[in-house]
């Protein structure tokens, strides 16, 4: 059996009444909510950035703690050195020619420590560094968080002016 044209699939005549036109729901747009996603995946990867940065700081702080220690001890062993030397000087228990070697070992402990000393000041420049990375690093994340949270007002302000389906 054909189906006429006008007639349903039961041979019936359908009925001349105008369709009435119902609004399709658009589609909600998904571009802030995508855009929010990256944000905060870029979020997490600069939080990691930062703890990074917030760690090589704190190594090369300790190391420069160690160095300045190996210094101070180096400082305080030529001083114990040359003042024990000096004492057995002044006490005649050693000649001249073993006081000139004692202050040759004194000379070169310092020169020991003078470069310690050095090293030190190296670390510091490294420390700096580390330090200004992680503060980049720190400032550059609270930036990403406010844009982040900005974003979500948004839209938030955006949704909310929306009309709901009960209207």
Same mark, same amino acid.
């Given at each position: 059996?054909?189906? &006429? /044209?006008?007639?349903?699939?039961?041979?019936? #005549?359908?009925?001349?009444?105008?369709?009435? *036109?119902?609004?399709?729901?658009?589609?909600?747009? #998904?571009?802030? *909510?995508?855009?929010?996603?990256?944000?905060?995946?870029?979020?997490?990867?600069?939080?990691?950035?930062?703890?990074?940065?917030?760690?090589?700081?704190?190594? !090369? +702080?300790? +190391?420069?703690? /160690?160095?300045?220690?190996?210094?101070? *001890?180096?400082?305080?062993?030529?001083?114990?050195?040359? /003042?024990?030397? +000096?004492?057995?000087?002044?006490?005649? @228990? @050693?000649?001249?020619? /073993?006081?000139?070697?004692? #202050?040759?070992?004194?000379?070169?402990?310092?020169?020991?420590?003078?470069?310690?000393?050095? !090293?030190?000041?190296? @670390?510091?420049?490294?420390?700096?560094?580390?330090? &200004?990375?992680?503060?980049?690093?720190?400032?550059?994340?609270?930036?990403? +968080?406010?844009?982040?949270? #900005?974003?979500?007002?948004?839209?938030?302000?955006?949704?909310?002016?929306?009309?709901?389906? *009960?209207?």
């Amino acid at each position: 059996m054909s189906v &006429r /044209q006008g007639c349903d699939s039961m041979g019936r #005549k359908r009925s001349k009444r105008e369709l009435i *036109d119902v609004a399709e729901r658009k589609k909600e747009d #998904k571009s802030l *909510d995508k855009l929010i996603a990256v944000r905060r995946q870029r979020l997490d990867r600069m939080e990691f950035e930062r703890l990074e940065a917030r760690q090589q700081w704190r190594q !090369q +702080r300790a +190391r420069l703690r /160690q160095e300045k220690q190996g210094w101070s *001890d180096a400082v305080a062993q030529a001083q114990a050195y040359w /003042q024990q030397a +000096r004492a057995g000087f002044f006490k005649m @228990t @050693t000649s001249s020619g /073993q006081f000139r070697q004692s #202050k040759a070992v004194y000379e070169r402990l310092q020169q020991a420590a003078a470069l310690l000393l050095q !090293q030190a000041w190296q @670390t510091v420049a490294a420390c700096r560094v580390a330090g &200004r990375a992680f503060f980049d690093a720190n400032q550059q994340l609270s930036e990403a +968080r406010r844009q982040l949270e #900005k974003l979500s007002i948004l839209r938030d302000e955006i949704r909310s002016q929306r009309p709901s389906e *009960d209207d």
